[in-house]
């Protein structure tokens, strides 16, 4: 079976792009720690690891990126407040480059094919979501082992995400529903690091959302 490496955060679409891909891929799973707010997502992507049955989970400490980072965003920032809408606040600058660029080392080094991030259509904010990034980066990182690829030593890789298929959040819950039933709510969407998801904030508005379009009765515990 081909190998694919997944950037995986805990939450719901990365978790739901694990369910959509596993069926095609021997999958490994890269999960960062950058000194974001909801460490909570990291605890969910250790449980759906072995839930969904990756080869290999690997937990990358890049917590000196909050140093760089600053106050830039809300997600690392200890002084800015999570908005409930969108806000170019909520932006982490080129968060994507960074995590896409160490899994496709890993991708690289393992000889996978497919290098994937959970971006959907609902994404469109996000400049490091578009299927456009995506390609120019794929087409970056393969020209810089393009020697590799020509001797055969290394393999061309694809950046796969949701976004550049077409499919939407909903489209990853349905078919995350049908592999993980109710865990999915076990997922981590939240941008807080409370016990329960604060139900307030962008992420939560959005997977709160994404399930009522997908039909599906959402179980997730919110605050509010």
């Not at 690891?49 to 106050?71: E, P, R, S, T």
């Not at 456009?132 to 020697?147: P, S, V």
């Not at 819950?173 to 997922?187: A, E, H, N, P, Y």
């Amino acid at each position: 079976m081909k190998k694919a490496v997944i950037v995986f955060s805990g939450g719901v679409d990365s978790v739901c792009s694990v369910s959509f891909l596993k069926s095609k891929y021997e999958l490994y799973g890269i999960t960062f720690s950058y000194g974001q707010k909801a460490s909570n997502e990291i605890s969910a992507a250790k449980t759906f690891a072995k839930k969904l049955g990756l080869k290999q989970h690997k937990i990358i400490d890049i917590g000196f990126m909050k140093d760089l980072y600053g106050n830039s965003n809300v997600l690392t920032s200890s002084k800015k407040k999570i908005p409930s809408k969108f806000e170019y606040s909520i932006v982490v600058p080129i968060r994507n480059a960074v995590f896409l660029s160490i899994a496709s080392a890993w991708a690289f080094t393992l000889n996978a094919q497919l290098v994937a991030y959970g971006a959907h259509t609902g994404d469109q904010h996000y400049p490091d979501c578009r299927p456009n990034f995506a390609k120019k980066l794929e087409a970056a990182f393969n020209e810089g082992e393009t020697d590799g690829i020509k001797s055969k030593i290394r393999k061309n890789i694809e950046i796969w995400s949701p976004y550049r298929k077409g499919l939407s959040k909903s489209d990853l819950l349905k078919s995350g529903m049908k592999v993980l039933g109710d865990s999915i709510f076990k997922t981590w969407s939240c941008y807080a690091n409370k016990k329960f998801h604060c139900g307030i904030c962008e992420s939560c508005n959005n997977r709160k959302i994404a399930f009522k379009k997908a039909g599906i009765n959402d179980k997730t515990r919110y605050l509010k």
